[in-house]
Structures are given as C-alpha cells and as structure tokens.
C-alpha cells in the first residue's frame, strides 16, 4: 500500500507517506505498479466532502472518476470521500478495479472540495498529485543467509560503571551482553564524577567483541585568597603553598582545606569542587591575640576572687580563734 504526502495549506490538503516496496519518489510524484494500492488523504477545511477525479493517457481531459474510469467528470461524475470531524479525509485508491484497464504512463490525481472538472477549477479549492503506473514485471527476492549471534564482553576501570547501549540502560560493568544481532552499536561508559566514554563497538557474527573502557576523573580547582595574604594552605592534609593561590585537578566532590598563619587561629573548612570549574574561597583570619586578651582578662579575674576567697577565710579563722 502507498500514500501520498504534500505539504500543509489551507483548504484542500493531500498528504501521506510511501508504504509499500517497489514504489518510488520522483520529483514529479510517486511510481507505482498497475495493481497497487495507493492511499489518499488529507485535510478538507469548510466542505464536508472532497471530489476526486484522475487525468492521464488515453483518459477525457477533464477527468474521470478514481473507481471507475468510465465515469467522466465533465459529466458530473466524481469519486466522493467524506471529510470526517477532524477535517481529515481518507481514500485508497485499487489501481487495478476502476472499471477498466488503464494504461501505464503518467497520472495526475486531482482532489477538489466542490463537484467540479478539470475545466471549472477556477471555481474551487484543490491539490494535486503526479502519479507514475508501470507494468509489473518478474522480480526474484534473494532470501537474507541467517547469522549467528554476537556477544559483547564490557568492563572498565573503575568498576561499577553504568553501561548505555543504543540509548537502553544495560547495567553495570563488568558486564556481558549475548545474543546481539551483528551489526554496530553504540556503547556509553558513564559515573558520577566521572567523564563519560562513548565508543562504536562493531558485533561480527558467532564472535565476542571484547570492550574495555578507562574512565578519567572530573576535575575542578579553587582559587584561594586570605586576608592577610601568606598563610600555609593544606588540602585534604596535603600541603598546597601560600595563599594566594590556585588549586587545579581537584578531583570533584568535597574536600577540606585548612589555613594557618602564625599569629592567627587555624581554620578548617569544608569546600566543594565543581567539575570544569575554578571556585573562589575568600577567607579572614582571626588574629590569635584577641582570643589571648579574653582569657588574660579572666585569668585575672580569676585570681583577684581567689585573693578575696582567700582574705575572707583567714579573717574568718582568726575571729573563731579569739
């Protein structure tokens, strides 16, 4: 079976898509052999029928209906195919039960939204499709040699890989995919914090295709400012210099940093490294001293209580005495 396809217009719209082997495309319409089956349709907007009506070799020129090509439409006669609610309308057309033989040749095919022949179109809405009938002749279709399954073998490092094959999940790595028809598949290799590896992986017949990906880590870095400038910065208790400095090939993920200067309270905090991305840290010491004169201050306080503490107790001690 075929159908015909055009662009969408207003009024008549003919429209559709090759369905059955044998026919082709050309720029003029389609080809089709004597016998076929041609489907037809569309959209008809403001009639609630639509009119076809076919010209070609050895036909009246202004037309004869589609199911019987005895039927002229000069005469008033015309194929008539309802338009439903959805203004959509639908015909196939049997090339070889139309009231006779046609010949083989170059057909139009004309679809009007008002009883009206090929002579009267200046009156009506229509669209048209060029339509080529050939003779069948004799054809002999090879049959396809059956081949054996392939097998797909996947691993990676790391493990725990997820797998895509042809856009389906197939699990996680290591992985062994059977009965796989030959041909090429896609394979995608993907993790969480990791680069995703995509690769073409050709399956021959009754073979193993082995597949073994190595996944390279996400990175990120930190760009890092302290205020005052020159403290030692350590990442992950590893040293990293003096600030201020940048932090590259971090892999992505949480991390500490910790910062210290002499002078200064030591600082730890956790920081975030994004894939492909340099972050800032801005950071402010503490200087030690202001923490020194608090606890200075309560020393002291301390000591002048435990002066009166003390004074208290010896007066009280000699009073019981005397």
């Not at 009156?123 to 080529?132: C, F, K, L």
């Not at 725990?160 to 699990?171: L, R, T």
């Not at 590896?197 to 990120?220: C, I």
């Not at 340099?278 to 301390?302: Q, R, Y």
Request: charged letters at 10%.
């Amino acid at each position: 079976m075929k159908t015909i396809q055009t662009a969408r217009y207003a009024g008549i719209i003919l429209f559709g898509c090759l369905l059955l082997a044998g026919g082709a495309v050309t720029a003029a319409g389609i080809q089709v052999y004597m016998g076929d089956i041609v489907t037809l349709q569309g959209f008809s907007y403001g009639s609630p029928t639509v009119y076809l009506f076919l010209t070609g070799p050895n036909l009246p020129v202004n037309g004869v209906a589609l199911d019987n090509i005895n039927a002229r439409a000069d005469e008033g006669h015309f194929t008539e195919v309802d338009v439903d609610s959805n203004d959509h309308w639908i015909y196939h057309w049997a090339t070889n039960s139309v009231g006779g033989r046609l010949d083989a040749g170059a057909y139009t095919i004309w679809v009007v939204d008002s009883p009206t022949d090929r002579s009267h179109l200046d009156v009506a809405s229509y669209r048209t499709i060029s339509v080529g009938l050939e003779t069948p002749g004799i054809t002999i279709a090879p049959q396809p040699i059956p081949r054996a399954p392939g097998i797909m073998v996947l691993s990676s490092s790391p493990n725990e890989i997820s797998v895509v094959v042809n856009n389906a999940y197939k699990g996680k790595t290591p992985l062994t995919l059977g009965g796989l028809t030959p041909g090429i598949y896609n394979v995608t290799f993907s993790q969480f914090g990791y680069y995703p590896f995509s690769t073409p992986v050709k399956v021959e017949p009754g073979s193993v295709s082995d597949v073994v990906a190595s996944l390279e880590q996400q990175t990120g870095g930190l760009l890092i400012n302290t205020s005052p400038a020159g403290a030692r910065v350590m990442i992950d208790g590893v040293d990293a210099s003096i600030s201020p400095l940048t932090i590259t090939n971090l892999t992505t993920g949480n991390h500490t940093l910790n910062v210290s200067a002499a002078g200064y309270t030591s600082q730890d905090l956790p920081v975030h490294v994004i894939a492909n991305t340099t972050s800032a840290v801005d950071l402010v010491l503490v200087p030690v001293s202001s923490n020194s004169e608090l606890w200075g201050a309560v020393l002291g306080l301390a000591i002048i209580l435990a002066g009166v503490i003390g004074v208290l107790l010896i007066v009280k001690y000699r009073s019981r005495n005397q």
